[in-house]
């Protein structure tokens, strides 16, 4: 089995190479490699959170580097470094607990309070606080670790007291590694099921005999449609081709081979045909903090046509795609180029790439932008899978909230170092 720096490298080669294809499959893959870099780190008994933090966090860096318009890849990073505070807190709040018992006994003797772990001023403040600290969706979806009993050992000897003791901080080590990455594990299968998640709200979002309108291939709109479809819900689905990749053509079909009414148009026609339409319903690559969205090219011009005629643009997304930046900040990168070849064949424009005019520069020039920002005014609905069961059904401008829910107190890299911010 290859050791965790070459699975480290071989990701940095995807990612920098841009093998891997959609964000969810990056995010399940950055998850999966934090995992690994967890579980062969080795936790010393005095600050364990912070050597799982620091091996995390040297390895984040090193993965948004290699590729910065992949915003999933930070998204993970982050979350995975909040369930190492969440599972060290769980952990220190269940040993304060402990301490209080002790302190409270009359019986106990010096020589017992010195088996338990020393604390911090600054981990019981934390602690303290825990109470007010928003929830977010580790706490929501799985139960609360038990706290666990902090051992007594009665005084009896200097080789039994070392005995204990060294026991103690074994196992400590051994509980919080286990607890993060059976948290990871959990986080893994949600970005594995986030599709299903989404989709199970399908019917309550699409109705009877509507229209509704999407740009490009995103498996997530797939998946929402088919759901609303196989509740007996008849529309008619409207796709816009998406070029230059023309990805909507492949969605045409799919839709086409799982039974629904479909319509492909040019990306020109969207005016033309969105009086017509009910609601538009996109993926994202990404939600920023202030609630607005990195999308596929063309998007835009989608949003504002639905705003111009009054037309509901709602957009799926899973939560490994809730970013908490903003696009102002220096560290975000929200749009990168892709090859003229998709515009344009280079043997038969190859006389307009001539550098004749004796400048060292070509005649012709081609852009190719791979995204678009979709401002939040322009959003009316966000849908996540934060509720399985409940409808996550987030109003213009509130994608904060969202964001709030999701990661409570987050960070950031700022490439200068990892800058915390506290959720309002």
């Not at 071989?10 to 959609?22: A, P, Q, S, W």
């Not at 860096?61 to 318009?69: D, H, K, R, T, V």
């Not at 998406?242 to 909507?248: C, D, E, F, V």
Request: proline share 5%.
């Amino acid at each position: 089995m290859p050791d965790v720096h070459s699975l480290v490298n071989d990701f940095l080669i995807k990612l920098k190479k841009r093998n891997i294809e959609g964000s969810q499959a990056t995010a399940k893959l950055t998850a999966e490699l934090l995992r690994s870099v967890i579980s062969s780190q080795r936790v010393p008994y005095t600050n364990q959170a912070g050597a799982l933090i620091d091996a995390v966090k040297a390895v984040g860096e090193q993965l948004i580097a290699a590729n910065p318009i992949e915003l999933a890849v930070g998204n993970i990073v982050r979350r995975v470094l909040h369930i190492i505070r969440e599972e060290d807190l769980s952990l220190t709040t269940a040993a304060m607990a402990g301490l209080n018992m002790a302190t409270v006994s009359d019986d106990e003797d010096d020589g017992e309070r010195d088996n338990h772990p020393v604390l911090s001023a600054a981990v019981v403040a934390a602690a303290a606080r825990s109470t007010l600290r928003p929830p977010s969706l580790q706490t929501l979806l799985e139960d609360m670790p038990d706290a666990a009993a902090v051992p007594h050992t009665s005084s009896s000897g200097g080789d039994s007291e070392e005995k204990t003791k060294s026991a103690d901080k074994s196992s400590r080590s051994r509980k919080l590694k286990h607890d993060v990455i059976e948290a990871v594990n959990e986080l893994i299968q949600d970005i594995g099921t986030c599709h299903e998640q989404i989709a199970e709200q399908a019917v309550e979002h699409i109705h009877q005999n509507e229209v509704i309108l999407t740009l490009g291939s995103s498996r997530t709109v797939l998946e929402f449609l088919c759901a609303a479809n196989e509740k007996k819900r008849s529309f008619r689905v409207f796709v816009a081709e998406g070029a230059p990749r023309y990805q909507g053509h492949l969605l045409a079909k799919e839709l086409v081979a799982r039974g629904l009414q479909t319509t492909l148009i040019t990306d020109s026609a969207v005016f033309a045909m969105i009086s017509r339409v009910n609601m538009v319903i996109v993926g994202a690559h990404a939600v920023m903090a202030n609630g607005g969205v990195i999308a596929p090219v063309g998007l835009n011009m989608v949003a504002l046509a639905a705003q111009r005629h009054a037309v509901p643009f709602v957009v799926l997304a899973g939560s490994h795609k809730l970013c908490p930046l903003y696009p102002h900040n220096p560290e975000v990168l929200l749009n990168e180029l892709r090859s003229p070849s998709e515009l344009l064949d280079f043997g038969e424009f190859s006389d307009c790439m001539d550098f004749g005019s004796g400048t060292a520069s070509p005649l012709l020039h081609v852009v190719n932008p791979t995204f678009d920002y979709v401002p939040p005014k322009l959003v009316s609905l966000f849908i996540t899978d934060t509720g399985p069961t409940k409808t996550c059904y987030r109003k213009l401008n509130s994608a904060p909230a969202c964001l709030s829910y999701y990661w409570g107190n987050t960070e950031s890299y700022n490439g200068n170092g990892w800058m915390k911010r506290k959720s309002k």
